[in-house]
């Protein structure tokens, strides 16, 4: 008797490399981010037809903003050209559009784009393209614990009533419901830290790291990492009955 795949409903993808992929090439780092934003949309196609209903993608975190002004400049541009570019495309595939992050936090030209962007989007059915824009995981844990401190304080919460899934249910992706956890978390470049991406949320995610720069990660690539991933033997700390 086969084995049942394993259903893979919500991927997130730590975009790793872009820099060091354009200095290999004598390049500036921004070359680099202007490949790896044209890649988000090949693999945004790649992973709908694989029946992907919720795409996560690290773009920008709390720490990047300790990076080179220019840079920075650069980066909060991006979404402007990937909205201003694509668009078209991912209407023309229903794909809607969510960024989650400190969105108050960012420059107006590139916050008016973002909504917008989810705006236009809001009413389309197919997979969720999830931006982590200006995203740290241990912030948003931070705001949760804050929020419901508040709730405790108010007297509209009682200690007690604090359980895993009353976090779950406040956290960024929530609004994902049965979607909100990666089934599997993707890291591109080579490097296997999780930088203070989703820390909560993938507490049973599986893990697969590519040794590829972010703007050499192709389709072929990503059809691989799902296609092993179906095959894994997730037991979320159960034992399976085939090892007993």
């Known amino acids: 008797m086969s084995k049942k795949k394993n259903q893979l409903n919500h991927l997130a993808i730590i975009m790793d490399g872009n820099g060091r992929w354009a200095k290999k090439r004598h390049q500036p780092r921004v070359f680099g981010h202007r490949e790896g934003m044209d890649n988000v949309e090949r693999i945004t196609l790649a992973a709908d037809k694989l029946g992907i209903k919720v795409l996560t993608l690290y773009a920008f975190?709390?720490?990047?903003?300790?990076?080179?002004?220019?840079?920075?400049?650069?980066?909060?541009?991006l979404p402007v050209r990937f909205f201003d570019k694509y668009m078209p495309t991912l209407m023309e595939n229903n794909v809607k559009v969510n960024i989650m992050g400190y969105l108050d936090e960012l420059p107006p030209k590139t916050y008016d784009i973002v909504q917008r962007s989810m705006a236009e989007t809001a009413n389309n059915t197919g997979l969720?393209?999830?931006?982590?824009?200006?995203?740290?995981s241990r912030r948003?844990?931070?705001?949760?614990?804050?929020?419901?401190?508040g709730l405790i304080e108010a007297g509209a919460l009682s200690s007690e009533d604090i359980t895993e899934d009353l976090i779950s249910k406040h956290l960024m992706t929530a609004r994902f419901g049965p979607y909100s956890d990666p089934d599997l978390l993707i890291r591109t470049s080579g490097e296997q830290r999780i930088s203070n991406f989703l820390l909560w949320q993938i507490a049973y995610s599986e893990l697969a790291f590519s040794p590829k720069a972010w703007p050499d990660f192709?389709?072929?690539?990503?059809?691989?990492?799902?296609?092993?991933?179906?095959t894994r033997n997730r037991r979320f700390g159960k034992v399976d009955e085939s090892d007993s």
């Open 140 to 149: 948003e844990i931070t705001s949760v614990m804050k929020e419901l401190g």
């Open 218 to 230: 192709n389709e072929d690539d990503l059809k691989m990492f799902v296609e092993n991933y179906q």
């Open 61 to 77: 975190s709390t720490e990047n903003w300790a990076r080179p002004k220019e840079e920075v400049a650069y980066l909060m541009n």
């Open 128 to 136: 969720v393209l999830n931006f982590a824009f200006n995203y740290g």
